[in-house]
């Protein structure tokens, strides 16, 4: 029974864990107005974040090809409508949130 109880607070933590560390990136994507335009995992007026996840790998060099993506707006790579330039977003937002996009599909695969 206690150790019932144990592991039940331990799998608790590792839940809540996960919640809150995502929550904080999730809630920044909310202020910035992204989700006003993307899904995690379906396509709306943008891509879904976990297909974007997929096509570039969790390297450096995508965080940075992200990141100017997402300041200076994009267009062509994923479909007729662009996407227009973040201006209200600093360079550490716009990396922290390229970050966070380029592991959804990682994410999936540990079971996320
Ligand atoms: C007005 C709608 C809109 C908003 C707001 C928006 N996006 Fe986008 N986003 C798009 C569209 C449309 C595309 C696809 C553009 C293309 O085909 O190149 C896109 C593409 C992207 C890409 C992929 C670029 C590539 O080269 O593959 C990333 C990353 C991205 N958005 C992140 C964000 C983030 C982060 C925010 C918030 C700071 C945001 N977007 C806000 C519509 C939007």
Redesign the pocket.
């Known amino acids: 029974m206690r150790k019932k109880f144990k592991s039940v607070i331990l799998l608790l933590s590792i839940v809540t864990n996960n919640l809150f560390a995502n929550d904080a990136n999730l809630i920044l994507?909310k202020n910035?107005?992204?989700m006003?335009?993307?899904k995690i995992d379906k396509k709306y007026?943008?891509?879904p974040f976990n297909a974007?996840s997929a096509?570039y790998l969790n390297k450096e060099e995508n965080v940075i090809y992200?990141m100017q993506?997402?300041k200076k707006g994009?267009?062509?790579?994923?479909?007729a409508?662009?996407?227009?330039a973040?201006t209200n977003?600093t360079k550490e937002e716009s990396k922290e949130?390229?970050i966070w996009?380029l592991k959804f599909s990682q994410k999936k695969l540990n079971n996320y």
């Open positions: 994507a910035k107005n992204c006003t335009c993307h007026i943008g891509p974007i096509r992200l993506k997402i994009s267009q062509g790579s994923w479909g409508i662009p996407m227009p973040q977003i949130l390229a996009i």
